[in-house]
């Protein structure tokens, strides 16, 4: 079965500080991996996604994950955060094949301080 | 513009009651889902539908039923409102032979 886990529940960081969220996957091939943010009482925003290729990616709103095999891991980064990042975010794994489901880690929720 | 769009937004009601929540995307998309969000922002499949045919079904209480009457809607129809189904419920699609989702931007339901 696949499992995502993100291990930090609540994350603090500074205004201009860098950021990293950690997520980690179980699956038995190479998952096709999301990060996702909810922003308070909005719905879910597609941050970037990794497929295949290159184990960097580049996202909107200058975010970056690195898709690590030997890890298992496909972690979150921004150089320096900016007050409207403050918001819940969710990394997610699709196995593919018929049914294309995403499984969600049960998110970080990351707090900015001025 | 809103490529995935839900109604309504906001649902308050009381139980025992029986609601619907409407999906319509305008992407082309040949997939929709249903999400649940509980309380602690856990994320969980409900169902999929593929061009108007169910195809995932995670063992979610026979009181609630999808509808798709074409490919663009996705309708979710809960029977008998109990206090547990209060959550945000998430409309996503995506083109079958890709596998990235889009969202909606949920629907509120609290049970009294």
């Known amino acids: 079965a696949q499992s995502v886990t993100q291990p930090d529940i609540h994350i603090t960081v500074s205004e201009g500080a860098s950021l990293e969220l950690r997520c980690n996957y179980s699956y038995g091939a190479t998952p096709y991996l999301f990060w996702y943010v909810q922003s308070p009482g909005q719905g879910l925003q597609l941050l970037l996604k990794?497929?295949?290729?290159?184990?960097l990616v580049q996202g909107i709103k200058g975010f970056e994950a690195e898709f690590k095999r030997s890890q298992s891991s496909f972690n979150l980064r921004k150089p320096s955060v900016h007050w409207s990042d403050a918001a819940e975010y969710f990394c997610a794994l699709n196995s593919g094949g018929s049914n294309y489901k995403l499984t969600f880690g049960k998110g970080t929720l990351l707090t900015v301080n001025p | 513009d809103t490529a995935v769009s839900q109604t309504p937004k906001y649902l308050v009601t009381q139980m025992g009651n029986d609601k619907s929540i409407k999906c319509e995307q305008n992407?082309?998309?040949?997939?929709m889902y249903w999400y649940k969000q509980d309380s602690k922002k856990f994320l969980k499949i409900m169902f999929s539908?593929?061009?108007?045919?169910?195809?995932i079904n995670e063992t979610v209480p026979n009181r609630f039923s999808p509808k798709s009457p074409d490919k663009a809607h996705l309708n979710l129809h809960i029977n008998s409102l109990e206090l547990g189904d209060s959550a945000v419920y998430f409309c996503a699609s995506s083109q079958v032979t890709q596998e990235t989702q889009y969202f909606g931007p949920g629907t509120r339901l609290l049970v009294l």
């Open positions: 990794y497929f295949s290729g290159d184990t």
């Open positions: 539908y593929n061009n108007k045919e169910l195809i």
């Open positions: 992407l082309g998309h040949d997939t």
